[in-house]
C-alpha cells in the first residue's frame, strides 16, 4: 500500500489537503510541497512500562542538576545564562556572513583548552576548509574534534562510539537530512526530523547541543517553529555589515535571561569580546551638535548607554517623510502626536530622521525620554547638555513614567563620566556625584531642552 502524501508549507510548515499556488497561512508563494509523513514506529500496544514519574519535592537539586559548562567566552556565557547546561540545546540564527560559524569555533576552541571535550560537525565545508577558518584566527593548535557529515543516522553512530562530547555544535541544522524520510534535505520535514533526533541525543547522554541555523529574508531563523519550541534556549547573532560590532542577543532561554545581549567586535583574527559596549556606542561623542541625546538603557541586566541623534527638517516634499534606524517607526509616529498634542510643538509637519548610532536596535520603551529629547533639541537648534543621559517611558497623555532598575542605570551613566540624569519624578535614587533632573512631562521636558544654558 503506497504511503500517504501531505502537502507542507515550506516556510511556515502549515499542512495542506491539496498542493496550492499560495499558503493560506503565511502568505508565501511556491511554498508548497509533497511530503511523504512520519510513520510512527510502535503502536499503544507495544510499548512498555517505563515506571511512574517522580514527585518534583523528591528531586534535589543538588544531585539531579549538573554544574554548568563554562565555556570561557565570557560574553558568551553570559547570554547563556552562566555557562551551559549539560543536556541543554541552543539554536544560534543570524544573517549570513555575520560571523555564526566563527563564534561557536571559538567557543569549542575555548571550551577544549580548558580540558573539554568539543566536537564541531560541519555539513557545509569540508574539515580542511574549517581548519583554514581556524588557522587564520590562531585556534589551529585547538583540541577541537573535526567532523564533515550531513546525515543525522551517520553523525549519532560515530557519537556512540566515543565518549558523549561535552559540546557539539552542528552547523547548520539545515544541511542535515535523514534517511528515515524521502524528503530532500533543507525541507521542514527533514529539518525537524534531525533536530529531534539531535536533541534526544543531547538529552540522554548528557552533552550541550549547538544548533546553528539560517535566517530568512525577513529575518527568522528558517525552518518550523517547532524547532524552535524544541530547543532550550534561542540566540540571535545580529550585525550591520557598515558596523564592526556584532550583539548576541537571547530571545527564548530555559536556564537564564531573556533580552540578555553579548557584544563582540570582528577583526581579521575573528571575534573579541567588548568588556564595556556603552563606550563603544558613545565613541569620541562631542555633544554639541542639536538632536543628540544619550540614553540610559538597559538590555536583559545589562546597563548600556548609547546616542540617540534626531534631524528635524523643512518638508521637502507636500508629504513630510520619516526615516527611523534602530528605533520602532510606529514608536516614532506616536511620540510626535504626543509632542504636538501635549507639548503644543509643530514636530508632524517636518521632515523627522532617527537614528540610534553605532547600528543598535532599541525597543525598550524606556528610550521614549531620549528620543523626545533629540526631537525637541533638534528642532529647536538647541544642544543638549555634553553630560546629560535621559530615560523613561511617554504615556498618550504626555507624562512621564518610571523604568525598571533605575540604579544600574545611573551607575552605568556615571562610571562614563555623565553627572547629570534626566528622569522621571518616580525615580529617588541616590547616586553620589550624580545630579538627577525630574520631568513630569513632554511640555516639562521642552521647557527644559529649550532653557538658556
Not at 264 to 279: H, K, W
Not at 320 to 342: E, Q
Amino acid at each position: 500500500m503506497a504511503k500517504p502524501l501531505s502537502f507542507t508549507c515550506q516556510s511556515c510548515g502549515a499542512a495542506h489537503a491539496k498542493w496550492a499556488g499560495r499558503c493560506d497561512a503565511c502568505g508565501g508563494w511556491n511554498t508548497i510541497i509533497e511530503e511523504a509523513p512520519v510513520i510512527p514506529a510502535g503502536t499503544a500496544a507495544g510499548r512498555r512500562h517505563k515506571g511512574r514519574p517522580f514527585a518534583l519535592e523528591d528531586l534535589k537539586s543538588t544531585d539531579q542538576v549538573p554544574a554548568r559548562r563554562i565555556s570561557g567566552i565570557g560574553e558568551f556565557d553570559r547570554v547563556c545564562g552562566g555557562g551551559l547546561v549539560p543536556g541543554s540545546a541552543l539554536l544560534v540564527g543570524g544573517d549570513p556572513g555575520v560571523g555564526k560559524s566563527t563564534l561557536i569555533l571559538q567557543v569549542l576552541a575555548a571550551y577544549a583548552r580548558s580540558k573539554g571535550h568539543a566536537v564541531y560537525i560541519s555539513g557545509e565545508e569540508a574539515m580542511g576548509q574549517v581548519r583554514l577558518r581556524a588557522a587564520r584566527m590562531g585556534l589551529a593548535e585547538a583540541p577541537v574534534a573535526l567532523g564533515a557529515a550531513t546525515c543525522v543516522e551517520d553523525i549519532l553512530a560515530t557519537l556512540e562510539h566515543g565518549p558523549a562530547p561535552g559540546i557539539l555544535a552542528i552547523d547548520s541544522i539545515q544541511t542535515i537530512w535523514t534517511s528515515a524520510l524521502e524528503a530532500a534535505p533543507g525541507t521542514i520535514a527533514q529539518v525537524r526530523t534531525a533536530s529531534f533526533d539531535l536533541v534526544r541525543y543531547a538529552k540522554t547522554s548528557g552533552t550541550a547541543l549547538l544548533l546553528i541555523g539560517h535566517v530568512t529574508k525577513e529575518g527568522q531563523i528558517a525552518g518550523p517553529k517547532a524547532v524552535e519550541h524544541l530547543v532550550d534556549a534561542v540566540l540571535y547573532f545580529e550585525g550591520e555589515r557598515g558596523h564592526h560590532f556584532r550583539v548576541l542577543r537571547s530571545v527564548k532561554n530555559r536556564f537564564g535571561a531573556t533580552d540578555e545581549i553579548g557584544v563582540f567586535d570582528m577583526t581579521g583574527r575573528g571575534l573579541e569580546q567588548v568588556a564595556n559596549p556603552s563606550a563603544m556606542f558613545l565613541g569620541d561623542r562631542l555633544g554639541k551638535a542639536p538632536g543628540a541625546s544619550v540614553f540610559a538603557g538597559l538590555e536583559g541586566s545589562r546597563p548600556l548607554l548609547v546616542e540617540f541623534q534626531a534631524l528635524v527638517a523643512p518638508p521637502s516634499y507636500g508629504t513630510p517623510r520619516r526615516a527611523v534606524v534602530g528605533w520602532d517607526s510606529g514608536r516614532l509616529a506616536m511620540l510626535l502626536a504626543v509632542l504636538d498634542a501635549r507639548a503644543g510643538l509643530s514636530i508632524t509637519g517636518h521632515d523627522v530622521y532617527l537614528n540610534v548610532a553605532g547600528g543598535l536596535k532599541i525597543g525598550e520603551p524606556a528610550a521614549d525620554l531620549a528620543a523626545a529629547a533629540a526631537l525637541i533639541s533638534g528642532f529647536s537648534a538647541i544642544a543638549l547638555p555634553k553630560d546629560a543621559a535621559f530615560f523613561g517611558e511617554i504615556s498618550l497623555s504626555g507624562d512621564i513614567r518610571p523604568s525598571p532598575q533605575p540604579e544600574l542605570r545611573l551607575k552605568e551613566a556615571l562610571k562614563l563620566g555623565f553627572t547629570t540624569a534626566v528622569v522621571p519624578p518616580g525615580i529617588k535614587a541616590e547616586i553620589p556625584n550624580l545630579k538627577l533632573k525630574h520631568i513630569a512631562d513632554v511640555a516639562e521636558l521642552a521647557a527644559f531642552v529649550t532653557s538658556p544654558r
